[in-house]
T-cell receptor, first 114, second 116 residues
Framework: SQQGEEDPQALSIQEGENATMNCSYK?????LQWYRQNSGRGLVHLIL?????REKHSGRLRVTLDTSKKSSSLLITASRAADTASYFC??????????????FGQGTILTVHP | DTGVSQDPRHKITKRGQNVTFRCDPI?????LYWYRQTLGQGPEFLTY????????KSRLLSDRFSAERPKGSFSTLEIQRTEQGDSAMYLC??????????????FGEGSRLTVL
């Protein structure tokens, strides 16, 4: 079953604008990860934030994590047409025995118009 | 190319037939995972190997599904007596196991199964 709820389900913006996607989850986590998937392709890891971190940056990506609210957000700044893809959050549950067994959300479809 | 490799990329089969997918992980990665993704959904965990040992299986993995990793390198996922509900993308991923491993998964391009 899907743990994460992602919001919005779809997002359409113009090139150069910022895109923000949100993810909520239900159980305690070791870390939360964001992945990108181009249509019909595999997933590519973007960024990982540990449960004791609140914010992390990587290039044009900024991730925040609020463990008290069990939520995370992914901000893509200065978006490009090439950022068009589906974005998934994935949680690594705390106390699990299968380290790296992830639970994915349903994803946000981002479309960036040139 | 040293990424995760999956074969075949696409498979169309008739209901009741058996299919097998192969995954070659990144060579130094001890852990290998299979996930299934249906249209419009995120991937769902199926099973995971550490070296040749299958350490966990999801309830999604019915007795028609079997996965192996005989020498701790490549893995196969076989589906027997396929059903239309098995139509999905089957994703393989690998990760290293080492001190400081933070659980990032490296995915292959997937094998898309269509059951007619």
């Amino acid at each position: 079953s899907q743990q994460g709820e992602e919001d919005p389900q779809a997002l359409s913006i113009q090139e150069g604008e910022n895109a923000t996607m949100n993810c909520s989850y239900k159980t305690s986590i070791n870390n939360l990860q964001w992945y990108r998937q181009n249509s019909g392709r595999g997933l590519v890891h973007l960024i990982l934030i540990r449960s004791n971190e609140r914010e992390k940056h990587s290039g044009r990506l900024r991730v925040t994590l609020d463990t008290s609210k069990k939520s995370s957000s992914l901000l893509i700044t200065a978006s490009r047409a090439a950022d068009t893809a589906s974005y998934f959050c994935a949680t690594d549950p705390a106390g699990g025995t299968s380290y790296g067994k992830l639970t994915f959300g349903q994803g946000t479809i981002l479309t960036v118009h040139p | 190319d040293t990424g995760v490799s999956q074969d075949p990329r696409h498979k169309i089969t008739k209901r009741g037939q058996n299919v097998t997918f192969r995954c070659d992980p990144i060579s130094e990665h001890n852990r290998l995972y299979w996930y299934r993704q249906t249209l419009g959904q995120g991937p769902e965990f199926l099973t995971y190997f550490q070296n040749e040992a299958q350490l966990e299986k999801s309830r999604l993995l019915s007795d028609r599904f079997s996965a192996e990793r005989p020498k701790g390198s490549f893995s196969t996922l076989e589906i027997q007596r396929t059903e239309q509900g098995d139509s999905a993308m089957y994703l393989c991923a690998s990760s290293p196991r080492m001190i400081g491993d933070t659980g990032e998964l490296f995915f292959g391009e997937g094998s898309r199964l269509t059951v007619l």
